[in-house]
T-cell receptor
Protein backbone atom coordinates (compact mmCIF):
# COMPACT_ATOMS: atom_id res chain seq x y z
CA UNK A 1 0.00 0.00 0.00
CA UNK A 2 1.16 3.50 -0.70
CA UNK A 3 1.80 6.15 1.95
CA UNK A 4 2.80 9.80 2.08
CA UNK A 5 4.75 11.81 4.62
CA UNK A 6 5.10 15.55 4.85
CA UNK A 7 7.86 16.14 7.39
CA UNK A 8 7.01 19.77 8.07
CA UNK A 9 3.79 20.37 9.96
CA UNK A 10 4.09 24.12 9.78
CA UNK A 11 6.34 26.50 7.86
CA UNK A 12 6.63 30.28 8.06
CA UNK A 13 8.26 32.29 5.31
CA UNK A 14 8.58 35.97 4.52
CA UNK A 15 6.73 37.38 1.56
CA UNK A 16 9.01 37.33 -1.47
CA UNK A 17 11.15 34.52 -0.12
CA UNK A 18 11.49 31.17 -1.83
CA UNK A 19 9.54 28.14 -0.64
CA UNK A 20 10.06 24.40 -0.64
CA UNK A 21 7.56 21.99 0.88
CA UNK A 22 8.74 18.44 1.31
CA UNK A 23 6.89 15.29 0.38
CA UNK A 24 8.07 11.71 0.55
CA UNK A 25 6.09 8.74 -0.61
CA UNK A 26 6.22 5.00 -0.35
CA UNK A 27 4.96 2.89 -3.23
CA UNK A 28 6.29 -0.16 -5.02
CA UNK A 29 5.82 1.10 -8.55
CA UNK A 30 5.84 4.45 -10.29
CA UNK A 31 3.24 6.51 -8.52
CA UNK A 32 0.92 9.25 -9.59
CA UNK A 33 1.71 12.32 -7.50
CA UNK A 34 -0.32 15.40 -6.70
CA UNK A 35 -0.13 18.62 -4.76
CA UNK A 36 -3.33 20.26 -3.56
CA UNK A 37 -3.84 23.53 -1.70
CA UNK A 38 -6.62 24.24 0.78
CA UNK A 39 -7.45 27.74 1.96
CA UNK A 40 -9.24 28.08 5.29
CA UNK A 41 -12.82 26.88 5.09
CA UNK A 42 -12.44 25.87 1.46
CA UNK A 43 -12.11 22.71 -0.55
CA UNK A 44 -8.94 21.39 -2.15
CA UNK A 45 -7.59 22.90 -5.33
CA UNK A 46 -5.22 20.96 -7.56
CA UNK A 47 -1.88 22.74 -7.96
CA UNK A 48 -0.11 20.21 -10.14
CA UNK A 49 0.25 16.53 -10.88
CA UNK A 50 2.82 14.05 -12.12
CA UNK A 51 1.79 11.01 -14.09
CA UNK A 52 4.80 10.35 -16.32
CA UNK A 53 7.36 12.06 -18.52
CA UNK A 54 9.27 15.18 -17.50
CA UNK A 55 10.06 14.97 -13.80
CA UNK A 56 9.81 18.74 -13.33
CA UNK A 57 6.15 19.66 -13.32
CA UNK A 58 4.76 23.16 -13.63
CA UNK A 59 1.53 24.04 -11.91
CA UNK A 60 -0.76 26.95 -11.31
CA UNK A 61 0.05 30.05 -9.26
CA UNK A 62 3.75 29.80 -10.06
CA UNK A 63 4.32 26.50 -8.29
CA UNK A 64 6.46 23.63 -9.55
CA UNK A 65 7.41 20.23 -8.22
CA UNK A 66 10.13 17.76 -9.04
CA UNK A 67 9.74 13.99 -8.94
CA UNK A 68 12.91 12.29 -7.74
CA UNK A 69 12.55 8.54 -7.91
CA UNK A 70 15.87 7.86 -6.15
CA UNK A 71 14.73 9.87 -3.14
CA UNK A 72 11.04 8.93 -3.31
CA UNK A 73 10.27 12.61 -3.14
CA UNK A 74 7.99 15.12 -4.83
CA UNK A 75 8.86 18.48 -3.29
CA UNK A 76 6.86 21.59 -4.09
CA UNK A 77 8.66 24.85 -4.81
CA UNK A 78 7.91 28.46 -5.50
CA UNK A 79 10.60 31.08 -6.13
CA UNK A 80 8.76 34.00 -4.53
CA UNK A 81 5.92 33.57 -2.07
CA UNK A 82 2.94 35.90 -1.98
CA UNK A 83 0.80 36.58 1.10
CA UNK A 84 -2.12 34.87 -0.64
CA UNK A 85 -0.17 31.60 -0.66
CA UNK A 86 -0.84 31.15 3.05
CA UNK A 87 -2.82 27.92 3.21
CA UNK A 88 -2.63 24.20 3.91
CA UNK A 89 -0.76 22.12 1.34
CA UNK A 90 -1.37 18.44 0.79
CA UNK A 91 0.79 16.01 -1.11
CA UNK A 92 -0.97 12.92 -2.39
CA UNK A 93 0.05 9.68 -4.07
CA UNK A 94 -2.16 7.66 -6.34
CA UNK A 95 -1.80 3.99 -7.09
CA UNK A 96 -3.40 2.14 -9.89
CA UNK A 97 -5.65 -0.40 -8.22
CA UNK A 98 -7.71 -2.55 -10.51
CA UNK A 99 -9.62 0.02 -12.51
CA UNK A 100 -9.07 3.19 -10.55
CA UNK A 101 -6.57 5.29 -8.68
CA UNK A 102 -6.77 5.19 -4.91
CA UNK A 103 -5.29 8.42 -3.67
CA UNK A 104 -3.67 8.69 -0.27
CA UNK A 105 -3.11 12.11 1.22
CA UNK A 106 -0.30 13.28 3.44
CA UNK A 107 -1.06 15.03 6.73
CA UNK A 108 -0.51 18.46 5.24
CA UNK A 109 1.86 21.37 5.75
CA UNK A 110 0.48 24.65 6.99
CA UNK A 111 2.14 27.67 5.39
CA UNK A 112 2.18 31.08 7.02
CA UNK A 113 3.48 34.13 5.18
CA UNK A 114 4.75 37.15 7.07
CA UNK A 115 5.03 40.61 5.51
CA UNK B 1 -18.41 23.89 -16.74
CA UNK B 2 -19.49 23.84 -13.13
CA UNK B 3 -17.17 22.19 -10.66
CA UNK B 4 -18.03 19.61 -8.06
CA UNK B 5 -20.97 20.81 -6.01
CA UNK B 6 -21.74 19.87 -2.45
CA UNK B 7 -24.67 20.82 -0.28
CA UNK B 8 -25.31 21.84 2.28
CA UNK B 9 -22.07 23.69 2.99
CA UNK B 10 -22.78 23.66 6.70
CA UNK B 11 -24.98 21.20 8.56
CA UNK B 12 -25.82 21.15 12.24
CA UNK B 13 -27.37 18.08 13.80
CA UNK B 14 -28.12 16.96 17.34
CA UNK B 15 -26.85 13.63 18.58
CA UNK B 16 -29.00 10.79 17.30
CA UNK B 17 -30.27 12.60 14.21
CA UNK B 18 -29.47 11.71 10.63
CA UNK B 19 -27.17 13.66 8.34
CA UNK B 20 -27.45 13.57 4.55
CA UNK B 21 -24.65 15.08 2.49
CA UNK B 22 -25.04 15.53 -1.23
CA UNK B 23 -22.47 15.67 -3.97
CA UNK B 24 -22.97 16.45 -7.65
CA UNK B 25 -19.89 15.52 -9.68
CA UNK B 26 -18.47 17.56 -12.51
CA UNK B 27 -20.22 17.12 -15.82
CA UNK B 28 -18.95 14.01 -17.55
CA UNK B 29 -17.49 12.49 -14.37
CA UNK B 30 -18.85 9.13 -13.36
CA UNK B 31 -16.51 8.43 -10.44
CA UNK B 32 -17.19 9.87 -7.00
CA UNK B 33 -15.04 9.71 -3.87
CA UNK B 34 -15.87 10.75 -0.32
CA UNK B 35 -13.27 11.87 2.21
CA UNK B 36 -13.45 13.00 5.82
CA UNK B 37 -11.22 15.65 7.32
CA UNK B 38 -11.04 15.98 11.06
CA UNK B 39 -9.75 19.24 12.59
CA UNK B 40 -5.99 19.64 12.15
CA UNK B 41 -5.79 16.42 10.15
CA UNK B 42 -5.48 15.41 6.52
CA UNK B 43 -8.07 13.77 4.36
CA UNK B 44 -9.07 10.19 5.01
CA UNK B 45 -10.57 8.16 2.21
CA UNK B 46 -14.03 6.79 2.95
CA UNK B 47 -15.64 5.38 -0.16
CA UNK B 48 -15.41 5.27 -3.93
CA UNK B 49 -18.47 4.88 -6.13
CA UNK B 50 -19.35 4.67 -9.76
CA UNK B 51 -22.89 5.03 -11.01
CA UNK B 52 -25.08 2.66 -8.98
CA UNK B 53 -22.07 0.76 -7.65
CA UNK B 54 -19.87 0.93 -4.58
CA UNK B 55 -16.37 0.04 -5.72
CA UNK B 56 -14.32 0.51 -2.55
CA UNK B 57 -15.75 1.24 0.89
CA UNK B 58 -12.68 0.25 2.85
CA UNK B 59 -12.57 3.61 4.62
CA UNK B 60 -16.19 3.67 5.75
CA UNK B 61 -17.04 2.99 9.38
CA UNK B 62 -18.86 -0.32 9.64
CA UNK B 63 -21.94 1.11 11.26
CA UNK B 64 -24.17 4.13 10.72
CA UNK B 65 -22.46 5.27 7.50
CA UNK B 66 -23.68 4.53 4.00
CA UNK B 67 -23.20 5.98 0.54
CA UNK B 68 -24.94 5.76 -2.78
CA UNK B 69 -24.59 7.16 -6.26
CA UNK B 70 -27.85 6.52 -8.10
CA UNK B 71 -28.31 6.47 -11.84
CA UNK B 72 -30.00 9.84 -11.62
CA UNK B 73 -29.15 12.54 -9.12
CA UNK B 74 -26.30 13.31 -6.77
CA UNK B 75 -24.24 10.99 -4.64
CA UNK B 76 -25.43 10.84 -1.04
CA UNK B 77 -23.38 10.19 2.07
CA UNK B 78 -25.71 9.27 4.90
CA UNK B 79 -24.81 9.19 8.57
CA UNK B 80 -27.40 7.74 10.90
CA UNK B 81 -27.63 8.47 14.61
CA UNK B 82 -24.83 11.00 14.52
CA UNK B 83 -22.43 11.35 17.44
CA UNK B 84 -20.12 14.21 18.36
CA UNK B 85 -17.17 12.35 16.88
CA UNK B 86 -18.79 12.62 13.45
CA UNK B 87 -18.19 16.37 13.46
CA UNK B 88 -15.83 17.00 10.57
CA UNK B 89 -15.56 18.36 7.07
CA UNK B 90 -16.71 15.90 4.44
CA UNK B 91 -15.32 16.33 0.96
CA UNK B 92 -16.48 14.84 -2.27
CA UNK B 93 -14.28 14.49 -5.34
CA UNK B 94 -15.04 13.33 -8.83
CA UNK B 95 -13.04 12.11 -11.79
CA UNK B 96 -13.27 10.51 -15.17
CA UNK B 97 -11.93 7.02 -15.40
CA UNK B 98 -8.43 6.77 -13.96
CA UNK B 99 -7.80 10.50 -13.90
CA UNK B 100 -7.29 13.37 -11.51
CA UNK B 101 -9.78 13.93 -8.71
CA UNK B 102 -11.43 17.33 -8.46
CA UNK B 103 -12.80 18.36 -5.12
CA UNK B 104 -15.95 20.09 -4.00
CA UNK B 105 -16.03 22.82 -1.33
CA UNK B 106 -17.01 20.37 1.38
CA UNK B 107 -19.78 20.05 3.93
CA UNK B 108 -18.94 20.98 7.48
CA UNK B 109 -20.95 18.86 9.86
CA UNK B 110 -21.35 19.93 13.45
CA UNK B 111 -22.98 17.57 15.92
CA UNK B 112 -24.30 19.21 19.06
Amino acid sequence: AQSVTQPDIHITVSEGASLELRCNYSYGATPYLFWYVQSPGQGLQLLLKYFSGDTLVQGIKGFEAEFKRSQSSFNLRKPSVHWSDAAEYFCAVGARKTSYDKVIFGPGTSLSVIP
Amino acid sequence: NAGVMQNPRHLVRRRGQEARLRCSPMKGHSHVYWYRQLPEEGLKFMVYLQKENIIDESGMPKERFSAEFPKEGPSILRIQQVVRGDSAAYFCASSTSGDTQYFGPGTRLTVL
